[in-house]
């Protein structure tokens, strides 16, 4: 179209458009909040989902590592042979939709025996176990053993070190111990009885909230298992699972069903979930109504504005003009100001976004800074919706 | 193309007719290309009605309106602009001029549709039917007589095979009458054109093939 031709169309045609500007104003206005409501509502519900199905080891609330046992009760109590998982338990539960991955906690079955010389001096029995490296939070750079090191890492759980330095060196009169500092001691393991005994010298070189245990390599296990143990292979009882979202209401139920316990606390999430969907759904509501009285009063607008040019549309008409190259014209004055709407509305959600992701950055949550393509492909729905019932009503207008 | 009336009466005319008769209302009608039909229609015997069904503005009638292969009945709005930009233009009896635009934007918003005549052109019609010192004045501050030779030249603004004018040159006197007379003339022979005039009385305005009376 050419630029006289569209400049005296437009006179024609939109001329006394600025008589109602406040009207105009106001439906893209509704328009801009219904989308950015819209676009709230969907981030809402992607942002939750985001932290709780997180890809990597520390970006998630922590919750998509859960570590699961039987619950022992009193019939199981003395029969450890009832606690323990089997194999086909094992491939069952992998094979859950929500459980992403399982991996094995395997124990010490010999005899291990830590003591510590200087002023903490102690020395005690204890266990170890070990577990697939891809479980473990967060990796030390010298996390690995093999046969032959005499230096073995140890990862510690913080809620021993918390009950050590809250309850056992309050109690005892002992000094609390920082996590650096505990990483500068050596304990000392001897392993091993009678024929085959051996001294390592063990470092806590991490801690893990998310597996309550002391952790070596599995690569020490296993091979202490072989080297000093008495050859049987006992079966584990404690599984840690990676779970897309541990508020899934079909996998709670899956841990009720089977007897399995695991940190309930780690559960509470499938309270957040629902209030979250309520929060989420009321905004996506409001939302669609929103833009729904934005699009009607929007179209109402452009309809009131073709029934005003009336006659001179239907001159342009007897002259030649075809109703569609009208409604092309139309259609081309008006869609700017609904892309510009959406525009505007997109902005708003990434600086929403980027906000929000600064903020729990602060709580060592990450975020991503640019929504994600959930919230864009609900953005390109609303708007091909509302462009395309903009221009059938032009169209139709125009006929 | 060729212009085919096959009984055709205009349903509010319809009892009138019947008591009236009449060369055209009722009748099998062909008029071939390039002819030059003069309609003589006395007051109240439908001569807008004829010309306005023709141009597709009506369809409040009875009977069929072929122009070439298209009939007017049921025809898509597309077609109808087609037919309206390239082969078929129009000189209203009111004008129907924006009253809102400029004499100048009132023809070049025809013009820009097929770009068959110059600006220049334009340009030099205003000055032979003595209106060009109107060119920017807006066309509802223009007399009758100058509104209908903006009307005549819009309507020549476009290619065509028929011109239809009705009372084209009511509000104009004589000198401007053979002014406009002989720039239509003109345009409808370069397009090897026909036209359909229809008017009140007799008149000679144009060498007709046939003159049928309404």
């Known amino acids: 179209m050419e630029k006289k031709q569209k400049l005296i169309l437009r006179k024609l045609l939109l001329g006394d458009r600025t008589k109602s500007k406040a009207r105009l104003w106001a439906a893209l206005i509704a328009l801009c909040i219904g989308t950015t409501l819209l676009l709230l509502s969907v981030m809402i519900w992607w942002n939750f989902r985001e932290l709780l199905q997180g890809k990597g080891s520390s970006d998630s609330l922590g919750s998509t590592f859960l570590s699961i046992s039987k619950k022992i009760t009193d019939a199981k109590m003395g029969r450890p042979e009832l606690t323990i998982f089997s194999p086909e338990e094992i491939n069952a539960f992998a094979k859950t939709p929500q459980v992403q991955d ?17 002023s903490l001096g102690f020395a005690t029995e204890m266990f170890v176990e070990g577990v697939p490296d891809r479980f473990i939070d967060k990796l030390p750079d010298d996390w690995h053993w093999q046969p032959g090191d005499r230096m073995l890492p140890v990862i510690l759980s913080s809620e021993f070190l918390n009950l050590y330095n809250y309850g056992f060196a309050v109690s005892r009169g002992l000094p609390q111990l920082s996590q650096t500092s505990i990483k500068s001691i050596a304990i000392n393991f001897k392993v091993g009885n009678g024929s085959r005994t051996d001294n390592y010298s063990a470092y806590v070189v991490g801690f893990s909230d998310r597996i309550s245990s002391v952790l070596v390599p599995q690569s020490f296990i296993d091979y202490g298992n072989k080297t000093y143990g008495n050859g ?98 139309m259609i081309s004055r008006f ?32 975020l991503p800074y640019i929504p994600g393509w959930q919230v864009w492909l609900a953005l390109l729905i609303s708007t091909a919706i509302l462009f395309s019932l903009i221009s059938r009503a032009i169209t139709r207008a125009v006929r | 193309m060729q212009l085919s009336l096959h009984r055709l009466v205009p349903i509010p005319l319809k009892n009138k007719i019947d008591l009236k008769g009449s060369a055209i209302w009722k009748e099998e009608i062909t008029f071939k290309e390039n002819e030059h039909v003069f309609v003589r229609a006395p007051s109240g015997t439908g001569k807008t009605t004829l010309v306005h069904i023709l141009y597709n503005m009506r369809t409040d009638y009875e009977g069929t309106v072929q122009w070439g292969t298209e009939t007017l009945t049921g025809i898509d709005s597309d077609t109808l602009s087609q037919l309206r930009t390239k082969k078929l233009s129009i000189i209203f009896q009111d ?11 009132n023809l070049d918003i025809k013009r820009r549709l097929t770009h068959t005549v110059t600006l220049e052109e334009v340009d ?91």
């Open chain 1, 232 to 329: 049987i292979t006992i079966a584990s009882s404690r599984l840690v699972v990676k779970v897309k979202d541990p508020s899934d209401k079909a996998f709670v139920q899956y841990l009720q069903d089977h007897d399995y316990t695991t940190n309930s606390e780690q559960l509470r999430f499938s309270k957040i979930r629902a209030i979250v969907e309520v929060v989420s759904a009321a905004t996506g509501i409001l939302a669609l109504l929103l833009m729904g009285i934005g699009a009607l009063v929007f179209i109402l607008f452009i309809e009131l504005t073709i029934a005003r040019a009336q006659a001179a549309l239907t001159l342009l008409k007897e002259i030649g003009y075809s109703p569609s190259f009208l409604g092309k014209f």
């Open chain 2, 124 to 214: 030099s019609w205003l000055e032979r039917l003595g209106i060009r010192d109107k060119k920017d004045a807006l066309a509802r501050t223009l007399s009758y007589g100058e509104q209908q030779r903006v009307a005549i030249i819009r309507a020549l603004l476009q290619p065509f095979e028929w011109l239809l004018m009705d009372e084209p040159f009511s509000h104009l006197d004589h000198a401007n009458i053979d002014k406009a007379r002989k720039l239509i003339i003109e345009v409808v022979e370069k397009h090897k054109a026909g036209m359909i005039l229809a008017d009140l009385d007799e008149n000679n305005y144009f060498p007709y093939t046939q003159t049928l009376v309404l």
């Open chain 1, 102 to 118: 399982v991996g094995v906690l395997t124990s010490n079955h010999f005899p291990l025996y830590a003591s510590l010389g200087g």
């Open chain 2, 95 to 105: 004008m129907r001029l924006f009253p809102e635009l400029s004499t100048w934007e």
């Open chain 1, 335 to 366: 869609s700017p100001l609904v892309f510009l709407t959406v525009l505007v509305s997109a902005i708003i959600a990434i600086t929403v976004q980027t906000v929000a992701a600064m903020k729990v950055k602060d709580l060592f949550l990450n």
